[in-house]
Structures are given as structure tokens and as C-alpha cells.
Nanobody
Framework: QVQLVESGGGLVQAGGSLRLSCAAS?????????MGWFRQAPGKEREFVAAISWSGGVTSYADSVKGRFTISRDNAKNTMYLQMNSLKPEDTAVYYC?????????????????WGQGTQVTVSS
């Protein structure tokens, strides 16, 4: 059983930056798994933010974050990251990391089988 733990959320002013981390522990199979970030704002459905292939060689981003967010991973540390720059109030949400037991990226939440508890990101205007 894998455990995913997000960290790095917080309160930031518009235009600021945050770096989220997702640490995997347990029976991780981290190296052989694509990973993703999703977010959910109050009253809204969970939405795709970014995903990264098992090797880190392929990434995918939602149009709303493209050019501002960067996803990366360190397989030696079983950790994935999301660097968020130029944050906007509409980025406010709970951010979740997720693991997919495939090598390639996917954008649908149903494609992922393990989830963290989430970390709150609040961007003030």
C-alpha cells in the first residue's frame, strides 16, 4: 500500500510562488508509475493540473497553468514536485497528488489509483 503525502501549501499573494511536494512511501512502485497533480476548489469538481511520466521525460499541463507551473520528480527520493509561479486567486484550491500504475501520463482522475490527502493553496488578491 502506497502512501502519498503532500506538503508546501499555504497562503500567498497574487503573483507569488509556492512549491508543492509529494512524498511516496510504503510499497511505492514510484519509479514505474506516472504521477499527477489535481486540484479542487470549493463547489467545483476535481480538475487536472499537471502530470509527469515515470522517467520525467514527458509532461502535460492544463491550459490554465501552462507557462506558470512546472512539474518534476526525483525518483531517487520518491518525490514529485509542483513549482507554481505567478499565482492567481483562481488557483486557490486543495491540491492533490496521485499515482497511476502506468508509465505514461493521463489527465483523467479515474486513471489514477492512489491519492494523497491534499494540501491547501490560497492565493489572495
Amino acid at each position: 500500500q502506497v502512501q502519498l503525502v503532500e506538503s508546501g501549501g499555504g497562503l500567498v499573494q497574487a503573483g507569488g510562488s509556492l512549491r508543492l511536494s509529494c512524498a511516496a512511501s510504503g510499497r511505492t512502485f514510484f519509479t514505474n508509475a506516472a504521477m499527477g497533480w489535481f486540484r479542487q476548489a470549493p463547489g467545483k469538481e476535481r480538475e487536472f493540473v499537471a502530470a509527469i511520466s515515470w522517467s520525467g521525460g514527458v509532461t502535460s499541463y492544463a491550459d490554465s497553468v501552462k507557462g506558470r507551473f512546472t512539474i518534476s520528480r526525483d525518483n531517487a527520493k520518491n518525490t514529485m514536485y509542483l513549482q507554481m509561479n505567478s499565482l492567481k486567486p483562481e488557483d486557490t484550491a486543495v491540491y492533490y497528488c496521485a499515482r497511476r500504475l502506468h508509465l505514461t501520463v493521463a489527465v483523467g482522475p479515474d486513471e489514477y489509483n492512489s491519492w494523497g490527502q491534499g494540501t491547501q493553496v490560497t492565493v489572495s488578491s
